[in-house]
């Protein structure tokens, strides 16, 4: 039997992530002194964790980071971010991807979601503002779990939607994108964001397949694998 190589980097960012919004989610909810320090105590070692997982910054840092983030009774329950995602395709079966200037990296069109949109409101809305083009939702297309397939340090689920482009002048956004394009299959940009991924699922439901959406199954073990 192959011996255990033991937690990942990943593994310790989504333990600490796990344990703090525990201990957050607990802190908004008690009035007892006696608790609440008990629970910051949790966050000091979710801070020794992160640290652990190779952050330059010390197991305080996060503790008054996370601190910041606490809030009273309901409001302050701790929920993954959502993220809305838009994989846009023209009628030759091109995928639209966008640069991102933070990182330098090419992805489908993807944002926070904003309070007063509907989910599919925001797809629209990112599609627009980040490459001009304008497009039409189909449905949902993927639910994925960010830290789960290690593509984020934050906590978030992303829903992806599958979109038809209908119009609009390619343009990339001055401050969020680089640069902005349609692409066929077998010639993608480079670095690209996850494509071992979604790829084939992606490429799939553009090319008319009807593939279920793709979300992230339970596991046997949730806080292992």
């Known amino acids: 039997m192959a011996a255990d190589p033991g937690p ?12 703090a919004g525990i201990a957050k989610t607990g802190i908004g909810f008690t009035d007892s002194l006696y608790e609440q320090e008990r629970y910051e105590e949790i966050l000091a070692v979710a801070g020794d964790i992160r ?9 305080d ?6 601190l910041k983030g ?6 302050g329950y701790q929920t ?3 993220a809305i995602g838009a994989v846009v395709h023209n009628d030759a079966g091109e995928i639209l991807l966008v640069q991102r200037a933070d990182s330098g990296v090419w992805l489908y069109p993807t944002g926070w979601a904003d309070i007063g949109y509907s989910a599919s409101e925001v797809a629209v809305k990112e599609v627009g503002e980040e490459t001009g083009v304008e497009c039409e939702v189909d449905r949902v297309l993927m ?16 829903i992806v939607f599958l979109c038809r482009a209908t119009g609009g002048t390619l343009r990339a956004h001055e401050l969020e994108t680089t640069d902005v394009g349609f692409f066929a299959r ?11 991924h979604w790829g084939d699922h992606v490429f799939r439901a553009i090319d008319g397949e009807d593939v279920e959406t793709w979300f992230d199954a339970p ?4 806080w292992r694998l």
Do not use: C
Request: aromatic share 8%; charged share 25%.
């Open 219 to 222: 596991r046997d073990h949730t």
């Open 80 to 82: 993954p971010k959502i």
């Open 8 to 19: 990942t980097r990943q593994d310790l960012l989504r333990w600490s992530e796990a344990l």
């Open 51 to 59: 640290v652990a997982a190779g952050s330059p910054f010390d197991p």
């Open 61 to 66: 840092h996060f503790v008054r980071e996370w």
């Open 70 to 75: 606490v809030g009273e009774g309901v409001p």
């Open 143 to 158: 639910v994925l779990d960010g830290m789960r397939l290690g593509f984020t340090t934050v906590p978030l689920y992303s």
């Open 186 to 196: 077998d010639a993608l940009p480079e670095p690209m964001a996850g494509i071992d």
